[in-house]
């Protein structure tokens, strides 16, 4: 058994690679939604891209105001944005995995536990350089025109500050506001590096135990039949999801008044809202409280709910009560779970034991991934934006949000109907004749197709995969002497000079060669060159009828 040394270069290959095009894909959607919002006309497009690719990778993002022409400083604006844009963060841990798994499967079918750890490292490291300069490149100014404020007159902004509007004293805040105001922001450094570190180790993490064909180091055999079949139907129905959301904010576009923004929006959260719609499907509680104009960011109904800026639990009934549209959430969500369900059924090996053993192991595993995706889901799509500027005590500007569900429901309630769908899509599956129809080669214990092994502890089969599926006919390797070996099967010539010089036998009798014996020929016909009588010749042809011409010869 030979050990394979780690290729590094492909390893640095690989995660040049994958960080990338990661990268880029992240920064293109950032500054696609955040140019059809219309962002690009407060501020450089350039630094908002910067912060919002490193907010979707964890990262911090903090405001800051400058009020100079009253003496304040920055410390006058307090704010945090606490939101994880998951539209761009989803398509770059996509195309992250999809790169990173394809260098894995060229390995063969076991790659090493240290060639592993030094692709996942390497990837880490390139990924957190790049992160480091998207929060060093993410802070910039914006400059508030005083105009776009308005006056008293014009019903604007200063209208809304408590005990001014409506009074002189409006007219000269304006004119100073106008000349001196700008609010900034900048990505926190640290906290962003710390978090983007947890970031990618989770994806990679993901994209291992969820990628059904690809290698892993030796002695993993339980992760490829018991936890990928089911994380991958899991991971598959929950960006099936988002897809069905991206579709209905598309849908949505076409018939609104501003597809531009609609798009935008769904760009950079529509798997937040898509997220968020699952575990309240499940009748997972929400809490939250919104105020300003951030609550025009909820979706319908949930701005309804929340607009009276108090802190409000979120319930399907409390939602049903504003529109009776919402009871389908729950349906919707029963058909993906039980289509998650079906998904482990069919990728599961079906096993030699009973059947109802098969449908508990698919509801258990199904409950237990359940129990840990949902409560991840509910802090991934976790809000918390505030965002206020004292000018002398009042709140110039004061709009937030703060929308968080129920941790420990999500994991009950996910492990219940993980397990019921798991069990309900093991029934239909077996019924349906499905059950482990699509189980991946490495679940069953032997190579993909396609697949080659240069680490010496590759299999020995040599028949084609189909060979050994479970079936009537199992053929057996074919026999191979070896390289000095006798053949039994071949006739050497010394022993058959040695069979017909010893005369008086029959030219009919049995040989052997080196113990063997051999079959007798076959006899000759009669009438044939050298022939016997043993056989006849086959019956000639019957006479022609009469009045029939002769046959030609």
């Known amino acids: 058994m030979t050990v394979r040394t780690t290729p590094w270069v ?25 140019h059809l919002l219309g962002a690009d006309t407060a501020g450089s497009l350039g630094p908002m891209t910067a912060a919002v690719v490193a ?32 539209g761009v963060a989803l398509v770059g841990a996509l195309l992250l995995a999809w790169v990173f798994l394809r260098s894995l499967r060229k390995a063969g079918t076991v790659v090493p536990a240290g060639e592993l750890a030094a692709r996942v490292l390497s990837v880490a490291v390139l990924f957190l350089v790049l992160l480091g300069g998207l929060a060093w490149a993410g802070q ?16 604007g902004l200063l209208d809304k500050l408590p005990g001014i509007g409506g009074s002189g004293l409006s007219d000269g805040l304006e004119g100073l506001i106008k000349a001196k105001t700008s609010v900034g922001f900048h990505v926190d450094t640290v906290p962003t590096l710390l978090r983007g570190l947890v970031w990618v180790l989770a994806v990679l993490l993901l994209a291992l135990l969820a990628s059904r064909r690809t290698p ?6 339980a992760v490829h039949r018991v936890v990928r079949p089911t994380v991958s139907a899991l991971c598959g129905v929950l960006v099936l999801a988002v897809a069905a959301g991206f579709a209905a904010a598309g849908y949505a576009a076409v018939t609104g008044d501003e597809p531009g923004r609609i798009m935008g929006a769904a760009l950079l959260g529509a798997p937040n809202g898509v997220w968020l719609a699952v575990p309240l499907g499940l009748f997972v509680q929400w809490k939250g409280v919104a105020t300003g104009e951030l609550a025009k960011l909820l979706p319908h109904p949930v701005d309804k709910l929340l607009s009276d800026g108090v802190n409000e639990p979120i319930t399907l009934g409390r939602l049903a009560d504003l529109d009776n549209r919402v009871w389908l959430l729950p349906v919707a969500v029963a058909l993906m779970m039980l289509t998650a369900g079906a998904l482990t059924a069919t990728r599961t090996p079906l096993g030699a034991g009973p059947r109802a053993g098969f449908v508990g192991r698919c509801a258990l595993r199904l409950g237990v991934a359940s129990a840990v995706a949902f409560p991840l889901l509910v802090w991934l799509t976790g809000v918390s934006v505030n965002a206020n500027l004292s000018v002398f005590g009042f709140d110039a500007v004061g709009a937030g949000i703060e929308l968080h569900g129920s941790a420990p429901w999500a994991l009950l309630l996910g492990a219940v109907w993980g397990a019921g769908a798991g069990g309900a899509g093991a029934l239909l599956a077996l019924a349906t004749g499905a059950a482990g129809r699509q189980a991946a080669p490495l679940a069953l214990g032997r190579p993909p197709e396609g697949a080659h092994n240069d680490s010496g502890s590759g299999s020995a089969r040599t028949y084609p995969a189909v060979a050994y599926e479970p079936g009537p006919y199992v053929p057996s390797p074919v026999y191979r002497p070896e390289e000095d070996g006798p053949n ?15 005369g008086g036998g029959s030219p009919h009798a ?6 063997t014996p051999l079959p007798p020929p076959l006899p000759r016909r009669s009438g044939g060159r050298g022939g016997s009588d043993k056989w006849p010749d086959p019956p000639g042809e019957p006479p022609p009828p009469p009045g029939a011409p002769p046959r030609r010869r």
């Open 140 to 155: 910039d100014t914006i400059a508030i025109d005083g105009a776009s404020l308005g006056s008293s007159q014009t019903g």
């Open 488 to 502: 039994p099967y071949q006739q050497s010539a010394g022993s058959a000079g040695s069979a017909a010089g010893t």
């Open 55 to 86: 907010m979707a990778a964890g990262g911090r993002v903090s405001p800051s105001g400058d009020v100079a022409v009253f003496g304040m400083d920055g410390m006058g604006t307090q704010g945090a944005i606490g939101v994880m844009p998951l």
């Open 510 to 515: 049995a040989q052997t060669v080196a113990g």
């Open 10 to 34: 492909s390893v640095l290959l690989s995660a040049v690679a994958s960080v990338s095009w990661a990268f880029l894909a992240m920064t293109g959607t950032a500054a696609l939604g955040l």
């Open 216 to 221: 892993l180091p030796p002695g993993w055999q």
